[in-house]
């Protein structure tokens, strides 16, 4: 039976009808939506879970005689990871010790050699003052012929000659001060640096074994037995997976409301979107990544073409929810910014260096423990360490010298 195309119009408004009514409906619900709440947050899904990655390099000079750790391995601050072949840097630091003691043995001698001359200048003084006193006695009983102007003359030429004597132990006294002078044995600049030698040394040795900086699960593991390394090659990376943030690059269009301090909701694809990570803004970074990339843009070029720049925004993440829900650096990330509060500006940062991986420790004992030893090997090869005696010759030749016109 045909239907009367009256009908057929008539039912296929109502269709439209309904069908525009549905359509008005869903897009005044959508706007209420958006004004209510999608209109404060920014989403951006060009975001990614990162963190710090420790670099673990090589200190010193050698071959590796044994990798303590695998990949994936979770190790402890100060934990041994590499082990470097010892017997160069063993033999080093006991050349150096032997130089210490040799260089503080050779200094002692200076500082005897000084006793000496101050000797042997207190002593021709002592014969200078007794010639003179002869002289004085022969010149007042020349005049009554009690003696010869002979004998007189020899007095005063052997006067002369201890003159000349003690000028010439003055002499090598001096010298022997301008080695020693203003100091003592055991800080005197040679031995200081031969001191510093073995520190150097010592430190050497010590890093021939290699620790871990901080605690975290090794990756990038490069290092194998056999390789001789050089200061500076990295041999792994330390991957701390308590303290983690997310990089979000919003494009700047999004950038106007986006503050410091504003709450954000992270979705990780490993998880899907049945788990949310809770985190705050802690700082814009002051460039686009075009600036810090390895060619950045040069637009007085004349070849700049405008696109739309992202800006990194760093997102703190709660620490309780990543050791709940651990995550790696590297994720991809849903990430959405609540922006209806934006009382902070721009160039506030609320990141910090609280965490761990910010400072390590396992260097301070190195230097401390070199000191100790070194001090042990120059009290070992010291010898005699009274300095004072040599003043003592500094008067007697002083009143010597003032004495010398009395009796001319």
Not at 3 to 31: C, D, E, M, Q, W
Not at 135 to 153: D, F
């Amino acid at each position: 039976m045909r239907t009367h195309p009256k009908i057929i119009r008539t039912r296929r408004n109502r269709y439209l009808l309904s069908v525009a009514l549905v359509l008005a409906v869903g897009a005044l619900a959508y706007a209420g939506y958006w004004w209510h709440y999608c209109r404060f947050w920014v989403i951006s899904r060009n975001a990614f879970v990162t963190g710090n990655l420790i670099p673990v390099e090589a200190d010193a000079t050698g071959i590796v005689t044994q990798v303590l750790v695998e990949e994936s391995q979770y190790v402890n601050k100060g934990d041994l990871l590499v082990r470097l072949d010892e017997h160069r840097a063993r033999t080093a630091l006991s050349r150096s010790r032997g130089e210490l003691g040799q260089t503080v043995r050779e200094i002692g001698a200076v500082f005897a050699t000084r006793r000496q001359m101050c000797q042997k200048l207190i002593a021709r003084t002592a014969r200078l003052a007794r010639v003179r006193h002869d002289v004085a006695r022969l010149r007042q009983a020349l005049p009554n012929g009690s003696v010869s102007e002979q004998a007189l003359q020899n007095a005063e030429d052997q006067m002369a000659a201890l003159e000349a004597d003690m000028r010439e132990a003055e002499a090598e006294l001096e010298s022997v001060d301008a080695r020693v002078g203003g100091t003592s044995r055991t800080l005197h600049p040679d031995v200081e640096a031969a001191k510093h030698r073995f520190i150097a040394a010592y430190l050497e040795y010590a890093r021939q074994h290699i620790h871990a900086p901080v605690s975290g699960y090794v990756s990038m593991r490069k290092v194998q037995v056999g390789n001789r390394v050089q200061p500076g090659d990295q041999l792994m990376t330390l991957v701390p997976l308590e303290h983690l943030w997310v990089e979000a690059n919003l494009r700047e269009t999004e950038m106007a409301r986006v503050r410091p301090g504003q709450l954000a909701e992270i979705t990780v694809d490993l998880y899907g979107e049945s788990r949310v990570y809770h985190g705050t803004v802690e700082g814009l970074v002051p460039g686009t990544g075009s600036v810090f990339a390895l060619l950045p843009p040069e637009n007085a070029s004349g070849n700049f073409i405008h696109i739309v720049e992202r800006v990194p925004v760093r997102i703190g993440l709660r620490q309780e929810e990543v050791l709940n829900n651990p995550i790696r650096p590297g994720l991809s990330t849903r990430t959405a910014i609540y922006v209806k509060d934006s009382d902070q500006s721009q160039g506030v940062s609320l990141a910090g260096v609280s965490t761990q991986e910010y400072e390590t420790d396992i260097f301070i004992d190195e230097l401390a423990d070199a000191e100790a030893e070194a001090r042990k090997i120059i009290r070992a090869n010291l010898i005699q360490e009274n300095d004072a005696l040599a003043p003592e010759c500094r008067p007697l030749h002083a009143a010597a010298a003032d004495n010398a016109g009395t009796y001319r």
